[in-house]
């Protein structure tokens, strides 16, 4: 990381961005004067704007077993013993390339005794008046190269898969407006139910406070829950503030995303997480990506402003 700055500012369009260098994390986000994400700075402890992985949300534990060995990950939390959130947000990013509206982030998490896979990311954010915000991560494991003192042909060739999966931590906020005065509109037909460890235990229909698909109003709501059964082709969370018509959409493409009220920060925002795997995948399977020596996968989301009249 360029020791001399900690972060990166783009701008375009009318929105400004700043990016952390460290875990390459969304530290703010405005249009004109108007946040559209609680900034990092006031939101400490809360993960706010990080790039989670190799794994979003909870892996119940800390633990999971993959090909008969048990790993053990480092860090868990307070109060669930749950491993939250990955390690990419203790990551340090390089500028490759940045241009006044775009940013290109890269760096190399190297394997751990929880984690035994190496994985290089390359992370893109640009600011457009036709987006808003576009960010996009690509990630593989590197093919190893034989040497006379490393890997020999055969094993370089075959290289297991690493077990990998991927999620967004902004929390929206439609400017100044309070939450309990914003809707939320999200088209998922099914919420995970979980143990506080993190462990999935099944699902339900969305019902009652936990239906967001007609864009119900906030107030009096408390939801910390993974959702799915989103549109195939993708999918737009938008919270509006009726009053003042003004609305931040999200626009992603994964099959899961947890939606988070924010108590933790006195409900300044709501956290709208797109993620490519529910809870505790590591040990239930579901959703867990392989990924292949070599191959990138890609993913990401945006946001952008809209008035309504």
């Known amino acids: 990381m360029d020791e001399s700055r900690s972060s990166v500012t783009i701008t375009g369009g009318g929105y400004v961005a700043e990016i952390g260098l460290r875990g390459g994390q969304l530290l703010s986000l405005r249009h004109e004067q108007d ?65 006044e509206s775009g940013v290109e982030l890269t760096t190399l998490l190297e394997a751990s005794e929880g984690y035994p896979f190496a994985l290089e990311f390359v992370l893109f954010y640009r600011v457009s008046a036709d987006i808003g915000l576009a960010a996009t991560l690509m990630t593989r494991q590197p093919e190893e190269t034989p040497t006379e003192e490393g890997v020999d042909a055969f094993q370089a060739a075959n290289a297991a898969p690493a077990l990998y999966g991927v999620g967004f931590h902004p929390y929206l906020r439609a400017g100044s407006a309070p939450l309990d005065e914003c809707r939320l509109r999200l088209p998922a037909r099914t919420v995970a139910t979980t143990e506080a460890t993190g462990k999935v235990t099944g699902r339900k229909n969305v019902s009652g406070d936990l239906d967001l698909s007609n864009g119900p109003l906030l107030v009096g709501r408390t939801i910390d829950h993974a959702y799915t059964d989103l549109p195939e082709e993708g999918w737009t969370a ?70 309504r009249d």
């Open 238 to 307: 938008e919270l509006v503030h009726g009053p003042s018509g003004f609305v931040v959409r999200m626009i992603a493409d994964t099959p899961w995303v947890q939606v988070y009220t924010g108590e933790q920060l006195d409900r300044a925002g709501v956290a709208v997480e797109p993620m490519t795997c529910p809870p505790d995948a590591f040990n239930s399977g579901e959703d867990v990506i392989y990924l292949i020596p070599g191959r990138w996968h890609r993913v990401g989301y945006s946001i952008e402003v809209r008035h």
């Open 35 to 99: 946040e559209l994400v609680v900034p990092a700075a006031q939101a400490e402890g809360s993960y706010a704007g990080a790039v989670l992985a190799p794994w979003p949300n909870r892996i119940a534990g800390a633990t999971y077993v993959h090909d008969e060995t048990l790993y053990e990950l480092p860090d868990p939390e307070e109060g669930t013993g749950a491993a939250l959130h990955g390690l990419l947000r203790h990551a340090d990013f390089e500028v490759v390339r940045q241009e």
